[in-house]
């Protein structure tokens, strides 16, 4: 009997056919900066969606020239050409969540929120990156005020860190106390679910605080010794994007992002001289999220 390669056996079946075989992928949307060095921003949450099974798509808001240690220039794309780009994914594919990162300047942020409201984008993550881990600004002037007004309204949850609360918030963050209010605050304010991060405050544990619609929920977990943490926020906040996606209870997203984040951190690998998250490692650990 002859041999009959897999590959023309898959082009004989019927589409149905596959379609009861397969399940198809929920997609989701990044709108971020590119990462040069591959370890934040697009490439970060493009690596998150694809180790928790979701098929990530992504609109790049700004190119940057970087590495962990230092951002070397940022050249923004044409905000017109931001609305095109969401457009077009749009248009091919069924969006079941959206986060946000690097915007870069009210303009964009501007035609996001537009773009948000037109394609109806049921679920939307911000993540209000300001700065890069080595401290590099990544924003220009009123860009937080536009993220605040524009999007958080639209937003089911907004996850700044304790430096980006305290911007939003107006006060200082430097207890667990401080970030329960922050993140009360913040809901109210802007009608929005928030999480603060809290791993820039001292300690052997890292408390995050979710505040939504009048509830409140305390996640700690021990401190993890690695050697680096570029990404972490990005990866976070694209790790919760997918939870959500995956129908989860935003509570429990949380809960599971933070979990997904320590796992990468545990597992990371030197590429000398760095020592990038390991996503495929994290979601391996997490095998039992799986739907």
């Known amino acids: ?65 970087q590495n962990p240690d230092r951002v070397f220039g940022i050249l923004p794309v044409d905000p017109l050409f931001v609305a095109k780009q969401i457009e077009a994914v749009c248009d091919s594919f069924p969006i079941f969540a959206m986060k946000t990162g690097m915007l870069y300047s009210p303009e964009i942020v501007r035609v ?50 304790i430096q980006e609360a305290e911007v939003i918030w107006g006060n200082s963050i430097s207890s667990q106390d401080d970030m329960r209010r922050a993140a009360c605050d913040i809901g109210h304010r802007y009608d929005v ?40 926020g990005c990866t976070f906040s694209a790790a919760l994007t997918a939870f959500l996606a995956q129908r989860r209870l935003l509570c429990d997203a949380v809960d599971l992002a933070k979990e997904y984040v320590v796992r990468a951190l545990e597992e990371a690998r030197p590429t000398r001289p760095h020592t990038p998250l390991n996503f495929d490692a994290a979601a391996a650990l997490m095998a039992y999220t799986k739907e």
């Open 112 to 161: 996001v929120a537009d773009e948000d409201i037109y394609e109806g984008i049921a679920v939307m993550v911000v993540d209000p990156v300001m700065a890069s881990a080595c401290g590099a600004r990544l924003e220009k002037d009123h860009t937080i005020e536009a993220i605040c007004r524009e999007l958080l309204p639209l937003a089911r949850v907004v996850t700044p860190n």
């Open 193 to 232: 679910a928030c999480v603060i991060k809290g791993a820039h405050l001292p300690g052997d544990e890292v408390v995050d605080v979710l505040y939504d619609e009048g509830e409140e929920f305390i996640y700690s977990s021990y401190r993890v010794e690695a050697r680096q943490t570029h990404g972490a």
């Open 1 to 65: 009997m002859p041999y009959t390669p897999i590959c023309h056996y898959h082009e004989r079946m019927k589409t149905e056919d596959v379609a009861n075989v397969v399940k198809p992928m929920r997609s989701i949307l990044t709108v971020a900066g590119s990462d040069s060095g591959g370890g934040a921003g697009i490439q970060a949450d493009l690596k998150t969606f694809t180790s928790l099974g979701l098929f990530g798509t992504s609109v790049v808001t700004c190119l940057t020239a």
